[in-house]
């Protein structure tokens, strides 16, 4: 690769694209609405909501010093962050609380990004966000899931046309949006079903000796004012 390649790759990388029309905005936005509210869809696209969560609990981890062993995603859409360190104080409990708040705000700071016009950056910033999480993988299921969502993002950011990245782009910041909310109400869900004491918002209970109905208030309001704050960047911009 020669020096011109490399700076055409940083120009496109720092500079900024042309905004999408209206139109465009407001159609992927009712896209990502319909999968997030459609079960058939929903139960496919899941996996990248798990993507995110997953990634939230191991950056959180590594940010605040305890030792990332792995990553595991599953099937049914479910996943397993292992990390080794203190089981209490704040490094514990951002970590856990990470994983609920990770898909919403993901899609807050890509509404940010897209406000400003950095569409390449915001396709190749996951590109890299993915290949770093493929690292920490353990199971073939995850790591396919992983492979194929990068491969995605990549081909859509290096074999597409403008339109169509921009397209892409506002598609997954509006579904990581929209969708922030659902995962909240399924535990909400099973944990009424349940009642296992092993979910996000129990841990985090026990940790802070508070109610896990504060926990899931947490969730519910990280996601409603980032869906909030995101489609102001969006729309009104």
Not at 30 to 37: F, K
Not at 119 to 146: F, P, Q
Not at 179 to 192: D, I, K, N, S, Y
């Amino acid at each position: 690769m020669n020096v011109a390649s490399i700076t055409e790759m940083w120009d496109r990388l720092t500079g900024t694209q042309p905004d999408p029309s209206r139109w465009l905005i407001g159609a992927t936005a009712l896209l990502a609405l319909a999968a997030v509210m459609t079960h058939g869809v929903w139960r496919i696209v899941r996996n990248a909501v798990t993507i995110a969560h997953e990634g939230g609990h191991g950056l959180l981890a590594l940010l605040t010093g305890r030792r990332l062993e792995g990553i595991r995603l599953h099937s049914d859409t479910s996943g397993l962050t292992v990390s080794r360190g203190k089981p209490h104080g704040l490094g514990m409990v951002l970590t856990a609380a990470a994983g609920y708040t990770a898909p919403p705000l993901l899609g807050l700071a890509g509404a940010a990004l897209l406000a400003a016009g950095h569409i390449t950056a915001l396709l190749w910033g996951a590109t890299a966000l993915l290949l770093v999480m493929l690292v920490m993988i353990r199971n073939a299921y995850g790591a396919v899931t992983v492979v194929i969502t990068g491969a995605v993002f990549l081909l859509v950011s290096w074999l597409t046309k403008a339109q169509v990245q921009a397209a892409f782009a506002y598609l997954v910041v509006w579904f990581l949006l929209v969708g922030g909310a659902r995962p909240v109400a399924e535990l909400q869900r099973t944990r009424r079903r349940e009642r296992s004491g092993s979910s996000d918002a129990d841990q985090l209970a026990r940790l802070t000796h508070t109610p896990a109905a504060l926990w899931l208030f947490v969730f519910y309001a990280v996601a409603i004012c980032s869906l909030v704050g995101g489609a102001r960047w969006l729309l009104l911009r």
